[in-house]
């Protein structure tokens, strides 16, 4: 279905933000908009997903959704 991304809508007040660095905004460059309009929840689905059926595009989902998750790390 998707994958956590590591954005969260910490303060509900629909600016998202890196789970890793609370207080750096996150860009939002890739909402899917086409079949189900994103955001649409962010008070209620204040975690951000990327739909693998929606070519990957963000979304707003529910935290305690069962999902797979994407992680990035510098290497040393």
């Known amino acids: 279905e998707g994958y956590w ?3 969260y809508n910490f303060n509900n007040d629909g ?6 660095k609370p ?3 996150m860009p939002i460059i890739d909402w899917n908009m086409e ?3 994103q955001p649409d929840g962010l008070s209620t689905q204040p975690c951000m997903m990327i739909w693998r059926s929606f ?3 963000w979304g707003d989902h529910w935290c305690n959704r069962l999902l797979s998750y994407i992680c990035e790390f510098q290497h040393q």
């Open 5 to 7: 991304i590591g954005g």
């Open 15 to 20: 600016d998202l933000e890196w789970l890793s």
């Open 23 to 25: 207080n750096q905004p």
């Open 35 to 37: 079949t189900y309009p």
């Open 55 to 57: 070519d990957f595009r």
